[in-house]
């Protein structure tokens, strides 16, 4: 929080240093900063929550079965293509 504090602070003091500070600046930079620390800390409390909940466990087996079926099935394409191949060669 402290971090976010001293963010508004410098910049603000850009922004004062480029013009003409209005209230509606510093209250948009306020309310932004804000914003993106709740919306940021949020993120990351969920994302540490799914993992302790074992969520991704379950999407991390599923995509390695997904992942097993697109292999298997791709090298069962490139089996017939390289014996068309074969076959092509043999004529």
Do not use: P
Not at 7 to 34: P, R, Y
Not at 75 to 91: I, K, P
Request: hydrophobic share 50%.
């Amino acid at each position: 929080m402290v971090i976010a504090i001293l963010m508004v602070i410098g910049a603000l003091f850009w922004l004062h240093s480029q013009g003409t500070l209005t209230v509606h600046m510093v209250v948009a930079s306020i309310l932004g900063v804000f914003f993106s620390v709740v919306l940021g800390t949020g993120l990351f409390a969920l994302a540490f929550f799914s993992d302790k909940s074992g969520h991704d466990t379950n999407v991390t087996n599923a995509s390695r079965r997904h992942n097993a079926s697109a292999a298997r099935g791709a090298g069962e394409t490139s089996h017939a293509v390289g014996d068309a191949s074969r076959n092509h060669d043999n004529r």
